[in-house]
């Protein structure tokens, strides 16, 4: 998949497994070996990321309360974050609930 939109929806992959690890999340796709850590914002997205629908616009408009910051600067780093969390076999796109 290419870059997500804002009404992509996203689920952790379901072999991802992740820990919290001196404040940041760790996360590992059991079956390809794919890791990547998260910074602070990066953990705090992957703990909103259920608790949002799980499109990057109900997360962007989580973050947007709780950070200042640009709405076009947070989709753009969202996309950025998801775009390579999909490369790395750690999330997929979801079904759009009916």
């Given at each position: 998949m290419d870059v997500p939109t804002l009404?992509?929806?996203?689920?952790?992959?379901?072999?991802?497994?992740?820990?919290?690890?001196?404040?940041?999340?760790?996360?590992?796709?059991?079956?390809?070996?794919?890791?990547?850590?998260?910074?602070?914002?990066?953990?705090?997205?992957?703990?909103?990321?259920?608790?949002?629908?799980?499109?990057?616009e109900g997360l962007r408009n989580a973050l947007l309360e709780e950070f200042d910051a640009d709405a076009s600067d947070i989709d753009r780093d969202l996309r950025d974050l998801f775009g390579r969390l999909l490369a790395a076999d750690l999330v997929v796109t979801a079904e759009t609930p009916a």
């Open positions: 009404t992509t929806r996203l689920a952790p992959h379901p072999d991802v497994v992740w820990r919290l690890v001196e404040g940041e999340v760790v996360l590992l796709n059991i079956t390809t070996g794919q890791y990547y850590s998260l910074d602070e914002v990066g953990t705090r997205v992957w703990s909103l990321l259920p608790q949002t629908g799980s499109s990057l």
